[in-house]
């Protein structure tokens, strides 16, 4: 499906980079301090897991499912797509390592949430993003707990600003092309 090829680009995207930079994600750039783009992510992030969340407790499959999904859509056609500048910027630095913690984080969280739904998916990338660099880390990702994302990550009015951008945005694509 779409979603999943999705996911896997931006997960491949991560991988690539984060390996041809030998990215250390210990090296932490306080969220706070990090780029509005960056905390609308986490803001995004916490916002799903939420959603999710209910909506499992609800017995709401499907509407896990579309916030799942939602998400990736939007850290691959709104983070990554206007970052990737500062991924591939040659010299180190703290806005690029924001912008691999930013992502590594969203990549790390919401392949947990996917795993109900994507089994296999969620284990590959779990044995790669987790396991390959933290040998005490559960065997699974199904052993796993639920993730937690920081109620300090919850932004509920950036992410009204970003909605109303991504709302101007769209109107300009669409009158650009009815006018050709």
Known sequence: ????????????FFVLYARLDEVDLSHD????????????????????????????DGYD?????????EFIDQLSNWYVRRNRRRFWKSAAGDDKQSAYLTLYECLDTVHRLMAPFTPFLSEHVYQNLVRAVDAEAPESVHMTAWPEVPAAYRDPDLLFEFDVVQKVVGLGRAARAQTG
């Open 61 to 69: 499959a499907r509407g896990a499912g579309v916030a799942i999904e």
């Open 1 to 12: 499906s779409s979603f999943v090829n999705t996911f896997w680009n931006t997960y491949g």
């Open 29 to 56: 750039v306080a969220p706070a301090s990090r780029p509005e783009i960056d905390r609308w992510a986490l803001a995004l992030l916490a916002d799903t897991e939420r959603r999710v969340r209910e909506s499992l």
